[in-house]
């Protein structure tokens, strides 16, 4: 079973810094890797989906992914306090969206 | 536009007792559907996932069934609860190929 492991647990920082979180998978056989957030209560919006190795923008927010070091992570541009949530990186193993496999999750708080 | 609805928000139930959750999309035909759960402070798991009516591929086995009675409805059941079963579970869809993944706001399940 592929695991995705996940850091920091938590995060803290000051409204306008970047943030970056990071994740890193047990094999690289995803078809995409995909980033999501879940603000409290509420369903997982999805943020950034990568496929090649390089980067990805959407936004405020960019997704880097490495294959050969299984390694993938998310900058936020400028952050708010509104972007405070717990993000989740995935991996699609099935191909639209069948088969993700999730990270634990990084809980990002943003300091006005 | 389109719009996921779950049913029912919570529940508290008994071990040993039946459990239905539902989970009905508007606005949209023949979607992909998704069941997720997450056990409080786990990781979110894929159970479930159907591209058509009367179809359901099983990720993980947790002891709970799904099924897909109408192209807009996905059912996740069991007929004896465990502890284990606790959580939250999150209904999702897709659009057919396309990467993108629109959760519903859960349902928050307590077994006693």
């Known amino acids: 079973q592929q695991k995705v492991q996940q850091s920091p647990e938590s995060l803290t920082v000051s409204e306008g810094a970047m943030a970056s979180l990071n994740c890193t998978f047990s094999?690289?056989?995803?078809?995409?890797f995909r980033w999501y957030r879940q603000h409290s209560g509420k369903g997982l919006e999805m943020l950034v989906s990568i496929f090649s190795d390089g980067e990805k923008e959407e936004g405020r927010f960019t997704a880097h992914l490495n294959r050969a070091s299984l390694h993938v992570s998310l900058h936020i541009r400028e952050p708010q306090p509104s972007d405070s949530a717990v993000y989740l990186c995935a991996g699609d193993y099935g191909g639209s969206g069948n088969k993700l496999i999730f990270g634990t999750g990084t809980l990002l708080s943003v300091k006005p | 536009a389109q719009t996921i609805h779950q049913w029912p928000v919570a529940e508290i139930k008994a071990v040993g007792s039946p459990l239905s959750l539902g989970c009905t999309i508007k606005?949209?035909?023949?979607?992909?559907l998704y069941w997720y759960w997450q056990a409080t402070g786990g990781t979110l798991q894929q159970l479930f996932y159907s591209i058509t009516v009367g179809q359901v591929e099983s990720v993980v086995q947790l002891n709970l069934s799904a099924s897909r009675p109408k192209d807009d409805q996905f059912i996740l059941s069991t007929e004896k609860l465990l502890l284990s079963h606790s959580g939250f579970y999150l209904c999702?869809?897709?659009?057919?190929?396309?990467?993108?993944?629109?959760f519903g706001h859960g349902t928050k399940l307590s077994v006693l």
């Open positions: 606005g949209k035909s023949s979607p992909n």
């Open positions: 094999d690289g056989t995803s078809d995409n």
């Open positions: 999702a869809w897709s659009p057919w190929t396309n990467e993108r993944l629109f």
